[in-house]
């Protein structure tokens, strides 16, 4: 046990550098939140508030490059958003007003990872679940660009990233997007260009969490094989199938969201 969040809630999303992890948005159902919590890595303890977000939303998407952090899509509080806000990691405060992903809600999910000059959103729901992979420069405020496509619509799904590549893997529940829901895919972060298939997960993972640490990334609490403990691990370099990692010390799902490690 590590400690507890400000405010009770799921959906959320979360990132880090070296010394700072950061949870922001989520609902308490039906509300959803703007809180923004953080903690110190290496102190154990409760979280402490941040700020806030421009807008409360759930299952929003969140990377960062250890300086800036942002905070894509989402829902709330009465419809899909393709807001992205930002914060300096290591300055508290609310959050201010990045630009916009391409698609509207194209950050339902957790798919954002990146490098330490470009962050990546991938898949979502909109109108329909997303192929989308957009772009933002971190130095550079301004509107998402168009990177490529992921090799499934997908949303809800997990990104973990390195200095290079940013990975990609699962997916909703729903029984037609199965392939998805265990797929891995990779990009080049600084090339832009379509998915490439990874590997595959053991288990369907949806609404699930990934942290990594430039090394090595793993896949938590996957929502669809109850109890929803289960943990897997990649090598970020490494294409091929997940292993086996451990298990949580408690049954976790529907996106709580994870962060680790120094950034990429």
Do not use: K
């Amino acid at each position: 046990d590590f400690g507890d969040l400000t405010v009770s809630r799921r959906s959320l999303d979360a990132l880090s550098n070296e010394t700072r992890g950061i949870w922001a948005g989520g609902t308490t159902n039906p509300a959803m939140s703007d809180v923004i919590d953080f903690v110190t890595n290496a102190t154990t303890g409760n979280a402490t508030d941040f700020g806030n977000l421009t807008v409360g939303r759930s299952a929003n998407s969140a990377c960062s490059n250890g300086t800036r952090a942002l905070f894509g899509g989402g829902y709330g509080p009465s419809s899909y958003r393709d807001i992205v806000d930002y914060v300096t990691v290591d300055t508290t405060g609310n959050a201010t007003d990045f630009g916009d992903l391409s698609g509207v809600g194209s950050g339902h999910s957790d798919g954002a990872g990146g490098d330490t000059t470009r962050a990546v959103f991938a898949g979502g729901i909109g109108s329909y679940y997303s192929v989308t992979i957009d772009y933002f420069t971190y130095a550079t405020t301004g509107n998402a660009t168009d990177f490529g496509d992921l090799l499934y619509s997908a949303a809800r799904n997990m990104a973990v990233s390195d200095a290079t590549r940013t990975v990609f893997a699962g997916d909703s529940p729903s029984s037609y997007h199965t392939p998805a829901g265990r797929n891995i895919e990779y990009i080049t972060t600084q090339t832009t260009g379509n998915g490439t298939d990874f590997g595959d997960l053991t288990n369907q993972y949806s609404m699930a969490t990934a942290c990594g640490n430039a090394v090595r990334g793993v896949f938590i609490g996957d929502v669809t094989t109850s109890p929803y403990t289960g943990m897997e691990l990649i090598t970020i370099q490494t294409t091929g199938n997940s292993s086996d990692f451990g298990d949580l010390a408690e049954n976790r799902g529907y996106q709580g969201m994870a962060a680790s490690g120094a950034a990429s």
